[in-house]
């Protein structure tokens, strides 16, 4: 590998290509001084519609290999579709968690993997007990009011209603409800089919990706999705192969990071997106590594993202990997990325405090394919650690 193109599409977040490029540089030289790579990132541009980018140079494995890193913006979506009252996050994520209830998404990922249940359902359970304490609140200091002891009233008022705020603030930060239930209630309008501005940008990274597998100059095209930005990668990827004729393209590497996939393909209404994971399961022209670690709570660890799919017999999906982030720090360290479930799923993007076999930057910057890099894996197969009353059947 000598010239390499990766196109990235990160997750539910409103921070644009300077936040990562910036990120991108810091970790690879600290990634650098662990693995003894040679690194150097350039600077930030603007490389067309939607897309920002940079040249990364870097020799690893002794070899000198030159990268373009696209940044595929929808950051701009995200911030018109951020709701930032509290008022307005509580409605949103008491509206989110109803539907997929209602939908079975919850159902779901209770039996298939229990950490994922809790990111998707601790939020809405906690905000429906705050609503309900607020209430009881409510009630005794009308009842207060009625017997006549105004004075009582307000210092029952005084005393739990900061308490109340201060709660619901500690829930809120602990859960990272502002960030999931926001993502959820994208998810959920995706799959109804009610985010066209969104389906417009995945049709635009798409032309984009199929011009580049028709360039000679790339000698890997890697599409690398992380979070919901994974779904995303599925689209894009589905969508460009089929612009592109069969053989006349060069054989694309998918890499989607903690996917949390199910969100949206166990909808009912998202029959579309289920149409595109099949296509790009079945597909032999891509190479995909779908990589996600059991300590990562908002993801599906270990899920095949085409489960119950009709997949033609022989078709390669999604080769499972664990990163083995145990093995990347120190005890201590790992022990403090486990807890902090916002660090832990991004880790999949950062630096690791001991060489291991995940390596990011290896992966986006080195000489060797996506497929070459991980031959010597065999793919998990069926992961049941996290399932709950006997899981989903097969």
Known sequence: ???????????????????????YAT?????????????????????????AGWEVDARIDGQSVRTRYEFLRWDDIVRARWPRSRWALLRTTLWASWQCWRDGVMWYSWRRSWPAFLALAGPGLAMLIWVLLLGVVGV?????????????????????????????????????????????ACLVRQGRGQTPELEARLDHFAAHLAAALQDPAHDEV???????GAMLAVSVAARALAQVPAGAAARLSLLTLGQCGATLSQQPQAQAYRDELVAVGSSAQL????????????????VDPCEGLPLPPGSPGAKRLSPRFAQLFTPASYERIRHDKYRCHFQYLMASEVVGEYDYFAITAGPRSLQER?????????????????????
């Open 1 to 23: 590998m000598r010239r390499r193109l990766v196109c990235y599409i990160g997750g539910f977040d409103p921070q644009g290509p300077a936040h990562y490029h910036q990120l």
């Open 222 to 228: 890697l599409l690398v999705g992380h979070s919901s």
């Open 287 to 302: 190479h995909w590594l779908d990589v996600s670690a059991p300590a990562d709570g908002c993801c599906y660890a270990l």
């Open 140 to 184: 005794l200091a009308a009842g207060l009011w009625g017997a006549g002891w105004p004075l009582a009233t307000g210092l029952w008022l005084l005393l739990t209603l900061p308490g109340l705020v201060a709660l619901g603030v500690e829930a809120e930060r602990r859960t990272q409800m502002a960030w999931l239930m926001r993502s959820l």
């Open 27 to 51: 970790e690879a030289a600290r990634q650098a001084a662990v693995s003894g790579h040679e690194i150097s990132v350039g600077r930030r541009q603007r490389l067309g519609e939607h897309i």
């Open 374 to 394: 991980f031959a010597h894996r065999d793919g998990v197969a069926d992961f049941r650690q996290f399932e709950c009353f006997g899981g989903i059947r097969r």
